[in-house]
């Protein structure tokens, strides 16, 4: 059997620990990711949560869309398991284009470990900081055609984890992403099926909305407003 879970990924690193030079505490490298990975789900799910309803209350034709799969998959299933939250493929290619539109974070910080070559008379010396733009990049025309329209069909059948060459990044990439990113996903999947089958959304705000130039993640100034219909 293959340990999958992260406390068998700390498990292992407790052991790996024994024969480090510099050994670090167990209970406290534990205690600081799992920390981590919870403030990250935490604190960037509901804001995305936000934008998508936020979206579907002025998109209705998605909206019923994304309901029909739902109760689709609750008909097959008592109960939405892993497998069958993450079989629905509107509902990821909702979520997906509204990290797109909405990145909640400015900007990726990374260093260089190694001298990198971009162009023939352009190089990245070993220890330069490097900042990727993200709302720049996922509002890139030439990568996501009208990058201002709301449009989840473009992700359509796409999987969850692809970052379309480095051009998508919500999460960032490689060894150094978002570690909460299954949580993150997850919770705003299940939450987001949960409410779509038992109410309809309509606006309550206007559609273009101005970001709070104050919050930790590119959350809106209004705190976002939708009306709840229920069904």
């Excluded at 167990?26 to 919870?38: C, K, V």
């Excluded at 629905?88 to 997906?96: G, R």
């Excluded at 997850?186 to 606006?203: C, D, F, G, S």
Aim: hydrophobic residues 35%; negative net charge; aromatic residues 10%.
């Amino acid at each position: 059997m293959i340990d999958t879970d992260i406390i068998s990924h700390f498990m292992k690193l407790q052991e790996n620990e024994k024969s480090t030079k510099d050994p670090v505490r167990f209970e406290e490298l534990m205690t600081s990711q799992l920390g981590t990975l919870i403030q990250a789900a935490m604190l960037n799910g509901p804001v995305t949560l936000c934008h998508c309803l936020h979206e579907l209350a002025y998109h209705t034709e998605v909206q019923d869309r994304l309901r029909k799969e739902v109760k689709q998959g609750f008909r097959e299933k008592d109960i939405l398991d892993y497998d069958s939250i993450n079989d629905m493929k509107l509902l990821n290619a909702i979520l997906t284009e509204t990290l797109r539109k909405y990145p909640t974070v400015s900007f990726l910080d990374r260093i260089t470990t190694r001298k990198y070559t971009l162009k023939e008379n352009l190089s990245l010396d070993e220890g330069t900081p490097v900042f990727v733009n993200l709302p720049a990049l996922h509002h890139d025309e030439t990568l996501f055609p009208e990058p201002m329209k709301w449009c989840p069909d473009r992700f359509l059948g796409a999987n969850t984890f692809d970052n379309r060459d480095y051009s998508f990044l919500p999460f960032g990439a490689g060894p150094r992403s978002c570690m909460g990113k299954r949580f993150g996903l997850l919770q705003m999947k299940i939450a987001l099926a949960h409410i779509i089958q038992k109410y309809r959304l309509e606006p309550d705000v206007p559609y273009i909305q101005e970001s709070d130039p104050y919050s930790i993640v590119l959350a809106p100034k209004s705190g976002g407003s939708v009306k709840f219909i229920p069904m």
